[in-house]
């Protein structure tokens, strides 16, 4: 997939970042509208939690890149989540429909059972029949641990290393695998493995080192097991779904949650990252006031798309503002909405 950018790592996440709002630049600075277009057609391979994260929150951030793009107008900017029947499939419908539901609130174009046939460098031809032009593919499928571990000789399951409960390499009782890396039995769920999780990795990560002092003769080694504490898919703006203790829950509550998760989760700079998340919110919020007299509001005279991005034209106080300040929350700006030919924006 030599045309698709990967979300792996930082690395990854900071290059296509840098991408975006590269082809952003591009298209504001091209005269042709097919090229605009193209530039700002952005296609998600794969709805499992990091490409339904990404498409949610990439469609959030190029959105807000709007404001130092006044020539490109909002119904532009065109986001797609391209995979099988269900978005987030793992966690089943009770969190996949939800999510479904406000990704598409929000303009995203998601098109289930559907997959890639063909990709340029220009664009991608889907098996729906349409091609899409675009400069950006994000390949968000099939998740595997790094090349290390097939090179080892040891044996793998889809890339994974053999380890028993006690996340020792059978055969080798000096090697251990923990992590992403493991493909460590799940003593809650016979016979299936431990998901590939930070919930699981960090908590191997522990039992690990005891199992190892254990082998030096330093207490006494365990099996590791860990029950599932649920799942939290951060949609972007104030949007989650999440399942903590396996009760699925939507919205803005299920955004507190999923953000006060990742915060506790981080080994450190809990207050840097919450007011990161604070002052990006409200450093968009801040454009609303400048960009929402007509004469800033590129493209309010132009007719959208059916599916489309828009800028809010309602204030909280009406009820498209309503929708919108329950879709982002009260500091945010751009309204992502469907655009229904009944109702108008929603
Ligand atoms: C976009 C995205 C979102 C995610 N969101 C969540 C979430 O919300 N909740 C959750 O629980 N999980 C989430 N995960 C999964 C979670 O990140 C992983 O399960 C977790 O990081 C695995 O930890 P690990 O230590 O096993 O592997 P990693 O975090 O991948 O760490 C492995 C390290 O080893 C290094 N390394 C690799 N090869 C070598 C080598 N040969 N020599 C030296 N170093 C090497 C790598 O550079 C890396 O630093 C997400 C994953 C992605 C990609």
């Not at 949007?239 to 953000?259: F, K």
């Amino acid at each position: 997939m030599e045309h698709a950018k990967g979300f792996n790592n930082i690395a990854e996440a900071l290059y296509l970042r840098d991408h975006m709002l590269g082809q952003m630049e591009l298209a504001d600075a091209s005269d042709d509208p097919a090229q605009r277009q193209a530039r700002c057609t952005f296609v998600v391979v794969g709805a499992g939690t990091t490409g339904t994260e990404v498409a949610g929150q990439g469609l959030l951030f190029t959105c807000a890149a709007l404001r130092r793009h006044p020539r490109i107008r909002p119904d532009e900017l065109r986001w797609l989540l391209v995979d099988a029947p269900a978005i987030l499939p793992e966690l089943g419908p009770r969190l996949g429909d939800p999510a479904l539901r406000i990704l598409r609130r929000r303009g995203l174009d998601v098109r289930l059972n559907t997959t890639i046939e063909e990709v340029t460098g220009r664009q991608v031809r889907l098996s729906d029949g349409s091609s899409v032009p675009t400069r950006t593919l994000v390949w968000c499928v099939g998740v595997t641990p790094g090349p290390l571990t097939q090179a080892l000789g040891l044996d793998t399951v889809k890339g994974r290393i053999v380890v028993d409960e006690f996340l020792t390499v059978p055969g080798h009782p000096d090697v251990f695998a923990a992590g992403d890396a493991a493909a460590a039995p799940d003593l809650t769920r016979p016979g299936q493995l431990t998901a590939m999780t930070a919930q699981h990795a960090q908590r191997q990560g522990k039992a690990v080192a005891r199992n190892v002092a254990a082998t030096l003769g330093h207490g006494t080694r365990k099996p590791y097991k860990h029950r599932d504490l649920g799942s939290v898919v951060d949609l972007g703006g104030w949007q989650a779904v999440a399942n903590p203790l396996h009760v699925p829950i939507s919205g803005p509550l299920a955004n507190v949650i999923t953000r006060g998760y990742h915060l506790y989760a981080l080994p450190a700079n809990r207050m840097r990252v919450a007011t990161d998340w604070f002052t990006t919110s409200s450093s968009i919020a801040s454009s609303s006031s400048s960009a929402s007299s007509p004469a800033n509001t590129p493209g309010s005279q132009r007719p959208s798309r059916p599916t489309s991005i828009t800028k809010p034209t309602g204030s909280p106080s009406t009820a498209s503002g309503k929708q919108q300040a329950r879709e982002h929350g009260p500091l945010s700006v751009w309204s992502c909405n469907r655009l229904s030919p009944a109702s108008g924006l929603r």
